[in-house]
């Protein structure tokens, strides 16, 4: 079993069903009142170069109520690179805390960070992948129907969100189609990756320019933001290139019953109509309710491995 949750692609499919079943029981346990407290006096550093909301009070959140505790370490008090080298910054957080959650733009930071740490390191999200919000998204699709019976579409950009997405399909069987502009598919190494995990999961995964092409009969339709956070400067252009990719209803007339997914922050009216993301097929809060879930399911895995627990 891997140390660290840096991509979905690192874990077996077993290991991830694992923790989805995990995920769904402690969501029950949740929503029953119950708060099993299986990360006692156990800490999590948050560290996050970037701004959330889901991410940050989900992880916070999920810490507490497993009876544990999570600090929150802003960029400009640690310095990781300028104050201390990232080495440094892992030798001593692996001294004091049981976990770190980073999110940071370069994924090689996170790698650097897992390799210098002797205590588990969580991706919260780089500039290539977003683990935890495939692990939560795969609840939420399991919540509707079984993940290899599944159609997944999904259409924008092929950025962090949608390379997780491709790679824990891959890995767990399931069959996905991604639309994006030519100039804005998923990197070469994510689309390789994918295919290989696909050979041994029997999962399909096509990639098609044409949104209308890859939303026909799916079962769930999702997209992500136009322009990702530290792309600002790119937003006008970014809003021209995907404006035939945005979910509307003559987008998804081709895929009436599926439901929909967002991971938020959304833009309503840009990648999505407000219309169809407020609607009845949207499961954008169930999947935000679920990275609570499945983040905690994820925290039990790698910190209880760490102590043999
Ligand atoms: N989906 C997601 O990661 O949300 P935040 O950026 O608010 O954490
Ligand atoms: N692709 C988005 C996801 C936000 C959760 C970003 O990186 O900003």
């Known amino acids: 079993m891997p140390k660290d949750f840096l991509s979905v692609a690192d874990w077996s499919a077993d290991e991830i069903m694992k923790m989805l079943a995990r995920a769904q029981e402690l969501r029950s346990l949740h929503r029953s009142g119950e708060r099993p407290q299986t990360l006692q006096g156990r800490t999590l550093a948050m560290y996050f170069e970037k701004p959330s909301l889901r991410t940050h009070v989900t992880f916070e959140a999920g810490m507490a109520q497993l009876g544990g505790h999570a600090i929150l370490l802003r960029p ?18 692996s001294r004091w805390v049981d976990g770190l959650m ?7 930071l996170v790698e650097l960070l897992a390799e210098n740490a002797t205590i588990p390191i969580i991706n919260g999200l780089t500039d290539r992948l977003h683990p935890c919000q495939a692990m939560a998204d795969l609840q939420t699709i399991a919540g509707v129907m079984n993940p290899q019976e599944a159609k997944l579409c999904y259409v924008g950009d092929g950025n962090n969100v949608a390379n997780s997405l491709l790679l824990l399909a891959a890995k767990v069987g399931m069959r996905f189609r991604i639309s994006t502009p030519g100039s804005h598919r998923p990197p ?18 096509a990639w098609s320019e044409d949104p209308h092409e890859a939303v026909e009969g799916a079962n769930f339709v999702y997209t992500d933001t136009w322009t990702s956070m530290g792309q600002e400067d790119e937003a006008e252009e970014r809003r021209r290139v995907f404006a035939p990719y945005q979910i509307n209803a003559e987008l998804v007339a081709g895929a009436p019953d599926a439901w929909l997914l967002h991971c938020l922050p959304a833009h309503r009216g840009e990648e999505i109509t407000g219309e169809l993301l407020d609607g009845a097929r949207s499961l954008i809060y169930e999947q935000a309710e679920n990275r609570l879930h499945a983040q905690k399911a994820v925290l039990e895995r790698v910190m209880l491995a760490k102590s043999g627990a």
Do not use: C, K, Y
């Open 76 to 93: 400009d008090q640690v310095g990781i690179g300028t104050r201390e080298s990232p080495l440094d910054v892992a030798r001593n957080l």
């Open 102 to 108: 980073a999110r940071t733009f370069s994924h090689e």
């Open 188 to 205: 070469d190494w994510v689309m390789a990756q994918s295919r290989e995990l696909a050979a041994l999961s029997g999962a399909e995964i």
